[in-house]
């Protein structure tokens, strides 16, 4: 074992040995980060569920919170979702009075999206929410472990960042 805890290899068949231990190890490192973002979801739904809202109407409400001014194409692209399913949600949205579509100033086609006073309560709820889940999920996690995973998920995330804005454009709202 090195001073890592890991089996040092010694051959060329110890070499693939720990080469597909790397795999396997990093393979399960992104199955862990993908759980535990199911999990949150998961966790903020059920929470959410209490005040008689859907993951479909708090996930816009957080991205239209993050990004007031947005363009519908844009929204759908921080939606995960496709245009018209976008423009369904945003218009039971703006049913609800949490949201209004304004034309833009240079192109009247073009329709920006701003959160309206009604949701502003909602949106307090959801970061009343929000530090209960993380309270909950960090009560583990001393302050160190949660800025070196913060800080390495950041690397991560400005990585692949990168490498999907230089393989496709159009995953990026301004590429679009």
């Not at 051959?11 to 720990?18: I, K």
């Not at 957080?62 to 218009?91: C, D, N, P, W």
Request: aromatic share 8%.
């Amino acid at each position: 074992m090195n001073e890592n805890g890991q089996p040092e290899y010694h051959s060329e068949t110890s070499r693939e040995a720990q080469d597909v231990f790397e795999r396997r190890r990093r393979g399960e490192l992104f199955s862990a980060v993908h759980e535990v973002s199911r999990l949150i979801s998961t966790y903020f739904d059920a929470a959410m569920s209490a005040h008689q809202m859907t993951h479909a109407q708090w996930w816009a409400l957080m991205h239209i919170s993050a990004h007031e001014g947005a363009t519908q194409i844009e929204l759908a692209v921080y939606f995960q979702m496709g245009r018209a399913s976008a423009g369904k949600l945003l218009e039971r949205l703006e049913a609800k009075n949490w949201i209004e579509r304004r034309p833009d100033a240079q192109d009247g086609r073009i329709r920006r999206v701003y959160l309206r006073d009604a949701a502003r309560p909602i949106l307090d709820l959801m970061q009343h929410e929000g530090i209960s889940l993380f309270n909950d999920f960090l009560k583990d996690t001393s302050p160190e472990e949660e800025r070196a995973l913060f800080l390495g998920l950041l690397k991560i995330k400005k990585t692949a960042e990168v490498l999907l804005n230089a393989d496709n454009a159009s995953f990026e709202p301004d590429g679009t």
